[in-house]
């Protein structure tokens, strides 16, 4: 009897503890450390009043981001695995050793797993070379840079059962591809040769610190052949940087990493409304310096930012994708992009007119099949054709794509657009994209692949 009193007591102090997230929920607030929007309310019904048959699982989406005390669950179940396993709960932060914490998806390339094939590699220094034979044309300058991985800087806080593959990853791979280009910036080797007595990386951000920037904007500026931004007199530390991947599995300890400042007074201005460095588009002036600069780039280029904006008498800032290579005339155009995202440069071409080709002595064998697709849209002043080919197109694996439409041949960048496509998240390395000014005559297009070997295919 007393047994069943204190197996009904404990019951019922089990159910009320479980209770209490859902009890609690219209009192208390919640948000996200994920930098994102969460799910609203599900409705009974579609926006065609039609009855909403994936409510139940909308709900449950819904809940589990919005009960009560939700950040302090995170955080406690967080704790307990790292002391406990070493693991992290969130798929998106690998926790290593000595408090260091890294990006989950940067994994692949630190274990040299998952690469791009030949193809997809060397289709994006294609897309590279076009971007600088068109810089070259317009009398710009362009340097090209990938920000490593921390992991790619420091693999020693790595959980140890983390051990790469006897393996090229993609950035080894690229790097052999375009290492006679004069546009290509290996700023890997520059950080890993830079010997700093202090870590350029965040211990539990993904990104690199303002030292770290600072010695990738001394690369860009020697390779310029100009004079880096002035470091002022003396670095010196702060505790203010809040890590987001520390936010992520620690929500509720908002734990500051060290950040690295020097005393150097800027005189740059941002021009028209600036809300903070993750803005899309960032505009600067500085009346002490000389020339006009371009940069797109990522969540890296925040750091990097005041530095290039004290050397250029105007700058722009930009994350906006595909990248707006319109006007770039005169320019210094410097392209910056994460490691883990390299695969993302055959994705997307860049907005500019397509080179006009001449192909006209080329012997191509015509493709019969049916299976060759091209579509087109109105984009920005400039026609879109863009489109996936059958293997039966590909001789080898470095190939020129070119496509002929109202009697003008045009150069393609060799870009599988997976989005426009319905493909998103796909990669492919069979795929074409370029833009054509909106008044271009768009008739019948005919593709052209013609391989290194020199064979040709052509469509029907």
Avoid at 71 to 91: C, E, G, L
Avoid at 205 to 224: F, P, Q, S
């Amino acid at each position: 009897m007393k047994k069943d009193k204190l197996f009904k007591i404990y019951s019922a102090i089990f159910i009320g503890i479980c209770l209490v997230p859902s009890i609690c929920m219209p009192f208390v607030e919640t948000d996200s450390a994920e930098k994102r929007k969460l799910s609203e309310f599900p409705s009974v019904k579609t926006e065609n009043e039609e009855l909403n048959f994936e409510f139940f699982d909308q709900f449950d989406t819904w809940f589990s981001e919005h009960f009560a005390f939700r950040q302090q669950f995170v955080n406690a179940d967080s704790r307990i695995k790292s002391a406990i396993t070493m693991t992290s709960p969130d798929k998106n932060v690998i926790i290593g050793e000595n408090g260091w914490l890294y990006y989950g998806d940067t994994t692949d390339d630190f274990l040299n797993i998952n690469t791009l094939g030949n193809r997809e590699i060397k289709n994006i220094a294609h897309n590279l070379r076009m971007i600088d034979e068109y810089c070259k044309n317009n009398g710009a300058e362009f340097i090209f840079f990938s920000a490593p991985n921390k992991n790619s800087i420091y693999p020693e806080n790595m959980p140890f059962n983390y051990i790469p593959a006897n393996a090229c990853n993609n950035y080894t791979l690229l790097s052999a591809e375009i290492a006679g280009e004069n546009f290509w910036l290996d700023m890997k080797s520059s950080l890993l040769n830079a010997n700093a007595s202090v870590p350029l990386y965040h211990k539990t951000d993904t990104h690199w610190n303002n030292l770290g920037a600072y010695a990738g904007h001394t690369e860009i500026m020697t390779k310029l052949g100009e004079n880096p931004c002035s470091a002022g007199t003396q670095w010196y530390t702060e505790n203010d940087r809040l890590g987001d991947l520390a936010q992520m599995i620690y929500p509720i300890e908002k734990a500051k990493d060290t950040q690295i400042y020097n005393d150097y007074e800027y005189s740059y201005v941002y021009n028209g409304h600036f809300r903070g460095l993750d803005d899309l588009t960032i505009n600067t002036t500085n009346e002490n310096a000389d020339g006009e600069l371009i940069m797109f780039r990522d969540s890296y280029g925040e750091a990097i930012l005041p530095y290039m904006a004290e050397c250029f008498n105007s700058a722009e800032f930009s994350r906006v994708v595909p990248y707006r290579l319109n006007n770039i005339e005169n320019k210094t155009v410097v392209l910056e992009i994460v490691e883990r995202n390299l695969g993302d440069l055959q994705k997307y071409a860049p907005l500019m007119p397509a080179p006009v080709a001449d192909i006209s002595g080329i012997s191509a064998e015509i493709y019969s099949g049916d299976d060759v697709v091209i579509k087109t849209a109105e984009i920005n002043g400039y026609t879109h054709i863009y489109g996936v080919l059958p293997d039966d197109f590909f001789s080898d694996d470095d190939n020129n794509i070119f496509v002929e439409t109202g009697g003008v041949t045009y150069k393609a960048f060799n870009c599988f657009e997976d989005k426009d496509l319905d493909c998103e998240g796909e990669h492919s390395g069979n795929g074409f994209s370029l833009y054509i000014p909106a008044e271009k005559v768009i008739d019948d297009i005919k593709i052209t692949v013609v391989g290194s070997n020199g064979k040709a295919v052509v469509s029907n």
